[in-house]
């Protein structure tokens, strides 16, 4: 019935929620279900047992603004501007509010507050797109709740709505994901995220002076001499993601390069929810050592 463990105590915090109300109780379950058995959260070393602990002890109200899909559009405008925040098509407070003739013949539909691929509707021919299907898709993310789930606190008062953006891709026909992770302000690597229009999506960390760095599976497969095209613009984009991590433990700033113009994508605290087990055992010590926690 459950493809994903996880999924069976999210259910029973469901249907019995004061058994698992206690986060941290309910971390060290959630951490076991996704292959992580030892995680010490009083004295954390790892990348991952250092996001657990940030989510435990590390809550600012700015957070749930920068998780917001549709509120952070303001946020960043702010602070680097607004040519890099993607154009917003139309903003409702539920899927059934959607006001499919006033969209254009492409566009995206997301959720706010949900994370990874969860909610999102990529329309490239509004006259082909199955409209069911999509309110399913869109239905089932709006629903869901991030915070009880991963228990990922920024999430937990974001208030829940349907966002539609500009469609975009580059001129190969392709929308390349540039990740960055940043530790207290300081930008120290990009993963990129290739080949996801193709189905097969490939994940490559850079530093930057652009050298393949192999700090997870994909990276160790690599061939000795592979690398990938630098793309114009990729010393603003680590600029630009330093500037909006700024005082932040830790934050993986996202951004988009469609021919040389660079878009804000989403600013996340806690990849995989903590759990990342496509890390290197290394490299979970090597970014968890990057990472200087705040006092409680």
């Not at 999924?7 to 929620?17: D, K, L, M, Q, S």
């Not at 006001?99 to 997301?110: G, I, R, S, T, Y």
């Not at 509707?121 to 409209?131: E, G, I, M, P």
């Not at 903590?274 to 290197?280: F, I, K, P, R, V």
């Amino acid at each position: 019935m459950f493809k994903n463990p996880r999924h069976i105590i999210f259910a029973i915090y469901r249907r019995i929620p004061w058994i698992i109300r206690d986060d941290e109780r309910y971390l060290k379950i959630y951490c076991r279900l996704g292959g992580f058995k030892n995680m010490d959260f009083d004295n954390p070393k790892t990348f991952n047992e250092k996001l657990q602990w940030l989510k435990l002890y590390n809550r600012k109200p700015k957070y749930t603004t920068m998780v917001d899909k549709v509120a952070v559009k303001d946020y960043v405008a702010s602070i680097i501007g607004p040519e890099y925040i993607i154009p917003t098509l139309g903003v409702w407070d539920s899927p059934n509010d959607i006001e499919w003739d006033k969209l254009p013949n492409q566009f995206v539909l997301k959720t706010n507050h949900d994370g990874g691929c969860n909610g999102v509707v990529v329309c490239k021919d509004k006259a082909t797109l199955n409209k069911r299907v999509a309110l399913r898709e869109l239905k089932r993310s709006f629903n869901r709740n991030s915070y009880l789930i991963s228990r990922e606190w920024p999430y937990k008062n974001v208030p829940h709505k349907i966002l539609a953006e500009q469609y975009l891709e580059d001129k190969q026909g392709a929308l390349i994901d540039y990740k960055f992770s940043c530790f207290g302000g300081n930008a120290d690597n990009v993963m990129v995220c290739a080949d996801r229009h193709l189905g097969d999506t490939k994940f490559y960390f850079f530093d930057r002076q652009w050298n393949l760095l192999r700090l997870n599976k994909r990276g160790i497969e690599a061939p000795k001499d592979f690398t990938l095209p630098k793309p114009e613009g990729m010393d603003k984009m680590f600029e630009l993601a330093e500037t909006l991590s700024k005082d932040l433990p830790y934050a993986r700033v996202d951004f988009y390069n469609v021919d040389g113009h660079i878009y804000f994508g989403e600013i996340t605290f806690f990849p995989a929810g903590g759990t990342d087990s496509n890390l290197l055992p290394e490299t979970d010590l090597l970014f968890g050592s990057k990472i200087k926690l705040p006092k409680k």
